[in-house]
């Protein structure tokens, strides 16, 4: 069975390559539209995420805190 808050990690970190940067600067809405899903589920799976202490949400962008 597929773990989704992996799939949208992983796809966090490939953003973050791209733009070769510490936060990512984008909105719940805009990952959602990427993805070709709804905002709320890509809220739930941030907080998820952040609950995990994968990410941390600030007001600079989303900020990764581990590769696991």
Same mark, same amino acid.
């Given at each position: ?13 490939? !953003? ?10 984008? #909105?719940? &809405?805009? +990952? ?14 941030? !907080? ?10 600030? #007001?600079? &962008?989303? +900020? ?5």
């Amino acid at each position: 069975m597929i773990k989704w808050t992996n799939v949208y990690f992983e796809y966090l970190k490939n !953003k973050l390559q791209i733009t070769n940067s510490i936060s990512l600067k984008i #909105t719940h &809405g805009q +990952i959602a539209n990427e993805l070709g899903i709804a905002r709320e589920v890509i809220s739930r799976v941030l !907080k998820k995420l952040e609950s995990e202490k994968k990410i941390e949400q600030t #007001t600079n &962008g989303i +900020i990764l805190h581990s590769g696991d």
